[in-house]
């Protein structure tokens, strides 16, 4: 199959977990394991968010350019654009070390968006470290940002334009047929528009991973798109008495509950595979990292499918 995977932040790097390169290594090392085991007798193709990374930079380049007012700091989409290189190349390397057969080839994305979306005047997108709520509501009369809860902590908020599009598919595929791996869309890709005389423009904004990274399921005409994070499957009444875990739904009825699942965490995955579903007709899946050989199978997480009604509950 042509798997396409979306690791989430916390296969990286762990909530409240201090951003280091070490504890980033060690986590990337785990998730690089797991990956291993779907790749043979299968194309893969990986994502990643940067969530973390892409705030600590961002807070870096402020910090650095405070000394001089007359210089701006550097914009998001660069920002993301220097996570890519530093995550892919760790994923990279490990993967490398593990299978060293199958070559792994890391891609700077341009995700395309609409530089008129409503996203950009409502910012949406969790990054950074988190804060308490006192801390979060100081920093953000001080800095002038929009902050939001993530968890039970809160953290700094970006606009999050939809994706649109994607550039590089036709260089992916190319490499999936020399058996490599290939990680791209990392961050959400660098979110880009093309200006008046079509060439291709970056924009303040992050792009969500899991919608990106549908996007590039669909246009790669993936055989499974799976969002591996840090639960073992989608649930509604999360965190309640009454808290039950989905184990098949349709893309219609996962649609009903969207009230079911957070904008800031689950939301956006659930939208993400049922966009996948709804415009290829394969399969997509949301389940925990260390169950991936599991969820490939259809022994695990959550599967979206046509090919049931309605939702099964475990």
């Known amino acids: 199959m042509k798997i396409v995977v979306a690791l989430g932040g916390n296969a990286l790097l762990k909530r409240g977990e201090p951003m280091t390169a070490q504890n980033q290594a060690a986590n990337i090392r785990v998730a690089a394991e797991q990956l291993a085991k779907i790749k043979s007798n299968n194309e893969l193709v990986i994502s990643h968010g940067n969530g973390p990374q892409v705030g600590l930079l961002a807070l870096q380049h402020a910090a650095y350019y405070a000394q001089d007012a007359k210089i701006e700091p550097y914009p998001l989409d660069i920002l993301v654009s220097q996570t890519v290189g530093m995550i892919g190349y760790m994923l990279q390397q490990e993967l490398t070390n593990l299978i060293p057969q199958h070559p792994t080839q890391t891609f700077v994305t341009q995700v395309i968006v609409d530089k008129h979306d409503p996203a950009f005047t409502k910012p949406s997108k969790p990054i950074g470290q988190v804060y308490s709520q006192a801390e979060a509501e100081k920093l953000a009369?001080?800095?002038?940002?929009?902050?939001?809860?993530?968890?039970?902590?809160?953290?700094r908020a970006v606009p999050s334009p939809k994706p649109v599009g994607v550039t590089g598919i036709e260089a992916v595929k190319a490499l999936l047929a020399q058996?490599?791996?290939?990680?791209?869309?990392?961050?959400?890709?660098?979110?880009s528009f093309r200006n008046e005389k079509g060439e291709l423009q970056g924009v303040e904004a992050v792009v969500d991973k899991d919608l990106a990274t549908a996007v590039i399921s669909e246009n790669l005409n993936a055989d499974l798109f799976i969002i591996a994070t840090d639960v073992d499957a989608v649930c509604v009444?999360?965190?309640?008495?009454?808290?039950?875990?989905?184990?098949?739904?349709?893309?219609?009825?996962?649609?009903?509950?969207?009230?079911?699942?957070?904008p800031g965490s689950m939301g956006p995955k659930v939208q993400a595979v049922i966009n996948f579903v709804k415009a290829t007709g394969k399969?997509?899946?949301?389940?925990?990292?260390?169950?991936?050989?599991?969820?490939?199978a259809g022994k695990a997480g959550t599967r979206v499918t046509k090919c049931v009604e309605g939702v099964e509950f475990y």
């Open 141 to 155: 009369a001080e800095k002038g940002w929009t902050v939001m809860a993530d968890g039970q902590y809160f953290r």
């Open 179 to 191: 058996d490599q791996i290939v990680i791209c869309g990392g961050g959400g890709g660098v979110p």
């Open 237 to 262: 009444d999360f965190q309640k008495p009454t808290q039950r875990k989905i184990a098949k739904g349709s893309p219609e009825a996962l649609e009903a509950l969207a009230s079911e699942f957070a």
């Open 283 to 296: 399969d997509a899946a949301i389940g925990s990292l260390a169950q991936i050989q599991d969820i490939v």
